[in-house]
């Protein structure tokens, strides 16, 4: 991008990744569906790359601050990043985190690879587990608790050590939490949720320090050879959505923030999660990292009978899994067989969306009456 000064991330996710301003130029790079290209260029065929996911790449590696790989999904991009280590891993994972990546490192096990499970809240059990680790995964706010990692503290005592430090950055965006600048080594994203926007595509984007040249090349190279490439479709998608993602989430953090007060002191609701709460365990931290506290937050209702009973009264509410749509959807986690029982029965997860504040607390209310 050319730009005369430093420009905010909103202002960002407007303007990079877009075709030179030539005469005549599109403004967009233009969705290209291709399967080859002429020979003696630099890519060659569509499974080495593409100009339409060259833009989503651009546009997430600026936001972030290093440089990008799109693959087809968060999960591809998540495998990818995974076999950076070596198949014996000691792979340091939060207790609660999204559920794939520990189902896939489960798979692993029969290659070598040990899971050491901790609370990413706790930095001291964190860094006693990095012990000897060959990977730390992070993810913060988690999945579905919302429960906040310092990643200052944990990349800082990790810095030299031979462990690389990935954070999943999906809940957060680089809109409010630009990893790699606090330490990570690498970041991954489902853009299936905040980056589309839209619920209508799945992709997913590791990215790496700029001057990473060795994993970026790994990693290009396990896209190659797996070939979990993205759609055209999807990345177009991808491209759009990234263009609002600045006001999508001013709107539903807001959102988030007004309905998360209101829940916290609403008789029906044992406990809320949600870091922009001044009371929140993950306050403090979310504070100093982030630079606002996202539209996700969940809520424990105390049973699955109510919880459930809750997600079907709601009429505005979509009973939907996934997140960082311009729709508001919750879920009861424990309907997935997969969830740990750490993860109370009664709570839900809210993604919350951009829809008016009024009319999303008026349906929760009327499902509350209903209870
Ligand atoms: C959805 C999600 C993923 C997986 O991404 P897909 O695009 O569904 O493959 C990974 N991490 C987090 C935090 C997610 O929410």
Not at 95 to 98: K, T, V
Not at 266 to 269: E, K, S
Not at 276 to 282: A, F, N
């Given at each position: 991008m050319i730009q005369a000064a430093p420009v905010h991330p909103q202002t960002t996710a407007v303007?990079?990744?877009?075709?030179?301003?030539?005469?005549?130029?599109?403004l967009n790079t233009p969705a290209v569906f291709a399967s080859t290209y002429v020979?003696?260029?630099?890519?060659?065929y569509g499974r080495y790359g593409n100009p339409t996911w060259s833009a989503v790449e651009s546009i997430v590696g600026e936001l972030e601050g290093g440089r990008a790989l799109a693959f087809g999904s968060g999960m591809a991009a998540i495998s990818a990043a995974v076999e950076?280590?070596?198949?014996d891993a000691t792979v340091v994972l939060p207790?609660?985190?999204?559920l794939g990546v520990r189902a896939l490192l489960e798979q692993r096990a029969s290659s070598g690879t040990k899971v050491r499970l901790v609370d990413v809240a706790d930095t001291t059990e964190v860094l006693d587990a990095a012990e000897g680790a060959d990977l730390v995964w992070l993810e913060t706010?988690?999945?579905?608790?919302?429960e906040v990692a310092d990643l200052v503290a944990i990349s800082s005592r990790l810095a030299g050590s031979p462990a690389t430090v990935v954070v999943d950055n999906t809940f957060a965006t680089p809109l409010l939490q630009q990893p790699l600048g606090l330490g990570a080594d690498v970041v991954v994203h489902?853009?299936?949720?905040?980056?589309?926007?839209?619920?209508d595509a799945v992709l997913g984007v590791v990215v790496v320090r700029a001057d990473d040249e060795d994993r970026r090349t790994r990693l290009d190279t396990l896209r190659r050879l797996r070939g979990a490439v993205p759609g055209t479709m999807e990345a177009y998608l991808v491209a759009r959505g990234l263009r609002t993602l600045g006001v999508r989430l001013e709107r539903a953090q807001a959102n988030a923030g007004a309905l998360a007060a209101w829940l916290h002191d609403?008789?029906?609701?044992d406990r809320v999660h949600y870091p922009?709460?001044?009371?929140?365990?993950?306050h403090a931290v979310a504070a100093r990292q982030m630079a606002g506290f996202g539209s996700l937050l969940s809520i424990d209702l105390g049973s699955a009978e109510r919880a459930d009973a809750l997600v079907a009264a709601a009429?505005?509410?979509?009973?939907?899994?996934?997140?960082?749509?311009v729709e508001s959807t919750f879920e009861r986690?424990?309907?997935?067989?997969?969830?740990?029982?750490?993860?109370?029965?009664g709570l839900i997860r809210l993604s919350v969306g951009i829809e008016h504040v009024e009319d999303l607390r008026a349906d929760l209310e009327q499902a509350f009456d209903q209870l």
């Open positions: 303007h990079a990744g877009r075709p030179p301003r030539d005469p005549d130029a599109p020979a003696g260029g630099d890519v060659g950076l280590v070596r198949p207790r609660h985190c999204y706010p988690t999945n579905p608790t919302m489902s853009a299936t949720k905040f980056f589309s926007g839209h619920s609403h008789p029906a609701v922009g709460l001044p009371d929140d365990p993950g009429r505005l509410w979509v009973h939907a899994t996934s997140l960082g749509g986690r424990r309907r997935w067989a997969g969830e740990l029982p750490s993860v109370p029965e």
